[in-house]
């Protein structure tokens, strides 16, 4: 398997990158929402705020890397092909998970901002986006909250659809992914 993607299967650092976005995402969902088990104030609670906000700026800077990959590189065909509607809503939803792994790290951040808090990132402290405004900041946040929901939908569709592609199609879209140098097309 080489680095590159070929006209057959991703290559295996956008393979890696994909693979290890998932455990980052995973990772970072799971943080916000074992906070709720500690009581507000407690020190497991504030470190999973922490690890949530370092974990889900990671995910910001990690998609610009996969997105750079992205361009110029082919894109692996799906054999057998798809219908032109498949391949379009394929594309709407590439298209929202990236703008969830841009703008949910980048709302985090503002949210943060406005609210004149520290944005941390694994022991360090990135500058505000904006200044203190805390009106501002808790509309933010409840729109970031809002979106994070809808991300469970997204990320469960994506694996749903990759799934029917490989068990009800029978086609090569999963396998296009997944680790190792097994053949794309059988």
């Known amino acids: 398997m080489s680095w590159r993607n070929t006209s057959l299967r991703y290559g295996y650092l956008p393979v890696a990158l994909h693979w290890l976005m998932l455990l980052l995402i995973a990772a970072t969902y799971a943080c916000i929402e074992l906070r709720e088990i500690y009581e ?10 922490a690890w949530h906000f370092s974990l889900g700026l990671a995910v910001f800077g ?3 890397l996969r997105l750079l990959l992205r361009v110029g590189a082919p894109t692996p065909a799906i054999v057998p092909p798809p219908p032109r509607w498949q391949q379009r809503l394929g594309g709407l939803m590439h298209l929202a998970l990236y703008a969830l792994m ?9 949210a ?7 944005v941390p ?5 990135l500058p505000p986006l904006l200044g203190e405004n805390k009106e501002l900041g808790k ?19 994506h694996a749903a659809a990759a799934l029917a592609h490989h068990y009800l199609l029978r086609d090569n879209t999963l396998r296009r992914m997944l680790p190792g140098s097994g053949s794309a097309a059988g």
Not at 112 to 118: E, I, M, N, R, T
Not at 139 to 157: A, D, P, R, S
Request: glycine share 16%; hydrophobic share 45%.
């Open 121 to 125: 990132f694994f022991g360090l402290e």
């Open 102 to 110: 841009i703008g949910m790290p980048l709302g985090g951040w503002l």
């Open 139 to 157: 509309t933010v946040k409840e729109i970031h909250e809002t979106v994070g929901q809808v991300g469970y939908w997204l990320i469960g569709l």
């Open 62 to 64: 990690l998609v610009w």
């Open 40 to 49: 507000k104030g407690s020190e497991p609670r504030e470190a999973l705020k």
């Open 112 to 118: 943060l901002s406005a609210a004149g808090k520290p």
